[in-house]
């Protein structure tokens, strides 16, 4: 199918634009965004997504204030416009490529925002991230790139206007696509051999005043690294690696929620640099987000034409709480930057950490120990 964007030069294969470059029914294409006050007071998170071999798109907000969480959810048949990033009432328009944003969502069950982002340094390529099962079909082949920024303009819920302002409202975003598991289950084919036991996940984009960093990694149940990348941007695009992350996490007693990270790490000339991280409030995205685990919206099901739902959970609540240890926390983070020979330097940003089944190094044996 011919469509608008076939008029532009950005074709990749002998096909239209609209045809995606793999007949995987997991294509993906999404985006993620954050955005908080540094007060661990709320914390909003929402993202988009287009799974073209599904023929579906949606689009969550997710806010977390106190022990309440409260998701939104929108779903619709895909269409072939994908100029005008639109789910029903939330839409993303590209103001200004790779700089600048405006993310709306018009009143759906008692929840608004019309917000605009602007990215306080260029944007970090990460490093492409594949997983296979055990030694058969990859189950996720995906490129991402990410950014830190600040936020401007409104938060509406139940009628309480929020102001947002770019002095102190700040977040991380990032754009990936390729492959990954997307829509209702599927048959699941020969069991993987070896069995999937587990990972251990960090994900760390902080913006500092000078400098932003993006880092992440994942690691197999025995210690493995799958993926290492840690990189520090500046405001003029200069981009430094920053090795090979240890990392130290303390958890909140007897679950597997982060409190605190300690990440040490080297700069190019091999002069050493600490950054400490902590949790101000934590989300677990697998509970409304729609990702990995979460048993009530799943990321490309098809829920029916213009679809829309409002979910809130008490986060005390023992059935809540028992989900929370099978998925990733994404906190508001504050971290500290220490490298001899100067002052420490304080950053904000994204904390998203998650200990998923068995982790040896970090005692995690099974899937129901938890920290002491």
Not at 303 to 311: L, S
């Amino acid at each position: 199918m011919i469509t608008g964007m076939d008029e532009y030069p950005v074709h990749q294969l002998p096909q239209p634009i609209a045809d995606v470059g793999s007949s995987d029914r997991n294509f993906y294409d999404r985006c993620y965004l954050n955005a908080h006050d540094r007060t661990g007071d709320l914390f909003l998170i929402t993202g988009m997504g287009y799974y073209p071999n599904l023929g579906t798109k949606d689009a969550f907000v997710l806010v977390r204030r106190g022990d309440e969480q409260t998701a939104v959810h929108l779903g619709d048949a895909l269409d072939h416009d994908r100029l005008d990033q639109r789910v029903g009432g939330y839409r993303v328009e590209v103001v200004k490529p790779l700089e600048e944003l405006r993310v709306v969502l018009e009143e759906t069950e008692g929840i608004a925002m019309d917000l605009h982002w602007r990215g306080l340094f260029p944007v970090v390529q990460e490093a492409p991230h594949v997983m296979r099962t055990g030694t058969l079909r990859k189950v996720l082949d995906a490129q991402r790139f990410a950014q830190c920024g600040s936020w401007e303009g409104t938060i509406s819920i139940d009628g309480e206007e929020i102001a947002v302002t770019p002095d102190r409202w700040v977040g991380s975003r990032d754009r990936s696509w390729g492959i990954r598991p997307s829509g209702e289950s599927e048959p699941p084919g020969r069991p993987a051999d070896p069995a999937w036991g587990g990972m251990w996940w960090l994900y760390v984009p902080v913006a500092f005043d000078d400098f932003g960093i993006c880092l992440i990694i994942q690691e197999e149940a025995d210690g493995y690294r799958l993926l290492n990348d840690c990189t520090r941007i500046f405001k003029d695009g200069r981009v430094e690696q920053l090795g090979w992350p240890r990392i130290r996490t303390t958890y909140v007693s007897g679950t597997r929620t982060p409190k605190s990270g300690v990440i040490d790490c080297t700069l190019p000339d091999g002069t050493p640099v600490t950054i400490e991280v902590e949790s101000l409030l934590a989300v677990p995205i697998h509970v409304g987000g729609g990702y990995g685990g979460d048993s009530d919206w799943g990321h490309g099901q098809w829920k029916g034409p213009g679809f829309t739902e409002r979910v809130t959970y008490d986060l005390t609540d023992p059935a809540v709480v028992g989900r929370v240890p099978f998925g990733l926390t994404d906190s508001v983070g504050r971290a500290v930057w220490r490298e001899e020979g100067r002052d420490p330097i304080e950053g904000w940003g994204l904390y998203e950490h998650g200990v998923l089944g068995l982790h040896e190094p970090t005692g995690f044996t099974d899937w129901f120990i938890h920290a002491p």
